[in-house]
């Protein structure tokens, strides 16, 4: 893909993450505030993102190749195992302290703000170390990314 298009792409994301508010970490510490002043916008924009994704994927996967690439690149795991529900719990757990997602994070880091930089700069050394030590210890070349798609695979193949 072209850098300038993936630099629009990820440009578009952040506008639409910006608008939406989610790169505010008290939307997102409301949203799971489940006892208190619970906001529940997130669920808004997760079910419009799910709703866009879910029509306009049953378009574009009855497209012979994307329209940046060569080929779609879909996951070929279903399967729930120990790494997938443990990863889950860590994302979970980071989304919870720190109030950003990866996204909505680096969205943010144009406003300069030191706690964002920190949290980036975890994040990212978070993903070194666990890419580092995942390579040693598994066979598989993605190191088993994108291990729970099962909407996506349904749709390609027409259920």
């Not at 969205?107 to 980036?120: C, E, G, H, Q, R």
């Amino acid at each position: 893909m072209p850098i300038a298009l993936t630099f629009f792409w990820g440009f578009l994301f952040s506008i639409g993450v910006a608008v939406s508010g989610m790169t505010q970490p008290t939307k997102v510490v409301g949203f799971l505030n489940f006892l208190g002043d619970w906001d529940p916008s997130l669920v808004l924009v997760m079910g419009g993102a799910v709703t866009t994704y879910f029509i306009l994927s049953r378009f574009t996967l009855k497209r012979d190749k994307p329209i940046t690439g060569e080929k779609f690149q879909l996951p070929t795991r279903v399967d729930i195992d120990g790494r997938l529900i443990a990863g889950a719990a860590l994302f979970g757990i980071g989304w919870g302290m720190g109030g950003y997602c990866p996204g909505p994070a680096l969205a943010s880091l144009v406003t300069l703000d030191t706690n964002i930089m920190i949290f980036v700069l975890s994040m990212s050394m978070g993903m070194y170390v666990y890419g580092t030590l995942d390579s040693r210890f598994t066979s598989e070349p993605d190191g088993g990314a994108g291990a729970l798609e099962p909407p996506v695979i349904a749709i390609r193949q027409g259920i």
